[in-house]
């Protein structure tokens, strides 16, 4: 057998093309995700990290295609998602899925737990209904809830019940894999290390590859083998996890790890916390987008785009001065 990334991304761009703002107006667009190119291999755990609004879950959502990406390609198990058709899409969703940050939302409130879990089984038309109710049963259980919570609703859980029933109907249709969208984020903290266990239990058990986002360093350090740093819509860092918590390059990441002050990251005390708004989606800045909040730029930084460049084995950085 051919070892291929499970899932491989390719030039990926999501623009978002917002309406007029009037009759004479220009239409903006929001260069949400902009060129970016990622695998995974099978069984690992690939981090997205970045502040609010710099891509994340636009991209997740365009490796899904839950979004329709403007270009670029994403292939699962080498089937190029692009090219299905929107039958052959529904069917082959199957195969990946997602925990939001919210499960809350995304869930019907006059649904039991129960019915929520099974739900993709039954859109999917899979299995009886007794073999389906056996099959929640079994969930249930490897998610920690327990068999007498299946008829209560949503709003009877705690949060982190909540986001176990999330997990379960995530898993019910047997995926290879999850996106988990800031999973723990809405959680207190106790329970937060309860359900990233959970997931990093079924990921052991089940040998799923995960696409894990969050803007938190030190969960993305716990959870993840390869890890992808995002500014306004691009990679600006990727490796390893040793490599990159051990020999942090670019100074967005390197400002990113700064703000985590208990974990000594090899971040020099000089390396500056970040400053500033940052700029526009709708308007990026030229050259290299992070140079009007960097304390190392100069001249090149304004006008040329650093590219992505091997630093070592591994471990590519987009920055001038690296
Ligand atoms: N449907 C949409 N239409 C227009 N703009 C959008 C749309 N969805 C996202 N955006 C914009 O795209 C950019 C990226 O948003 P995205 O939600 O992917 O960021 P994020 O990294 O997930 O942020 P957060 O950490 O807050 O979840 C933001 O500027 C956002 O406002
Ligand atoms: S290219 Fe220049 S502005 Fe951009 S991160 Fe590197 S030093 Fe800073
Ligand atoms: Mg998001």
């Known amino acids: 057998m051919i070892d291929r990334p499970l899932l491989q991304v390719e030039n990926l761009c999501t623009y978002f093309k917002l309406p007029k703002p009037h009759l004479f107006?220009?239409?903006a667009t929001v260069f949400a995700v902009d060129d970016i190119s990622f695998e995974i291999s099978r069984g690992q755990t690939f981090g997205l990290v970045g502040e609010s609004g710099c891509g994340k879950s636009t991209t997740a959502?365009?490796?899904?295609?839950?979004?329709e990406p403007t270009s670029g390609s994403v292939k699962l198990d080498n089937q190029d998602i692009g090219q299905l058709k929107a039958d052959e899409l529904r069917s082959f969703r199957r195969h990946m899925q997602i925990v939001f940050q919210d499960p809350y939302s995304s869930m019907n409130p006059r649904a039991t737990a129960c019915e929520i879990v099974e739900a993709p089984l039954k859109i999917q038309r899979v299995g009886t209904s007794?073999?389906?109710?056996?099959?929640?049963?079994?969930?249930?259980k490897m998610v920690g809830l327990r068999p007498e919570q299946r008829d209560l609703f949503p709003h009877q859980f705690s949060g982190g019940q909540r986001q176990r029933i999330a997990i379960a109907r995530a898993l019910a249709?047997?995926?290879?894999?999850?996106?988990?969208?800031e999973p723990v984020s809405?959680?207190?903290v106790a329970i937060q290390a309860q359900i990233l266990n959970l997931l990093r239990r079924l990921q052991e058990e089940l040998n799923l590859t995960y696409l894990f986002i969050s803007h938190d360093m030190a969960i993305i350090q716990h959870m993840c083998d390869h890890i992808a740093v995002m500014y306004m819509g691009q990679i600006?860092?990727?490796?390893?996890?040793?490599?990159?918590?051990l020999n942090v390059q670019h100074p967005y990441t390197k400002a990113l790890l700064s703000a985590i002050p208990t974990i000594d990251f090899n971040v020099k005390p000089s390396s500056?916390?970040?400053?500033g708004d940052v700029p526009s989606p709708m308007d990026p800045p030229e050259g290299c987008r992070f140079h009007t909040r960097c304390p190392m730029t100069e001249d090149v930084c304004k006008k040329e785009m650093p590219l992505l460049r091997a630093v070592k084995e591994n471990h590519f950085v987009a920055c001038h001065r690296a």
């Open 173 to 181: 249709s047997g995926p290879q894999f999850i996106v988990c969208d």
């Open 186 to 188: 809405a959680l207190d």
């Open 130 to 140: 007794k073999s389906r109710r056996a099959k929640v049963a079994h969930l249930f």
């Open 25 to 27: 107006g220009k239409a």
């Open 272 to 275: 500056k916390r970040l400053e």
């Open 61 to 67: 959502m365009s490796v899904l295609r839950l979004v």
């Open 236 to 245: 600006v860092e990727t490796a390893d996890r040793r490599s990159l918590f």
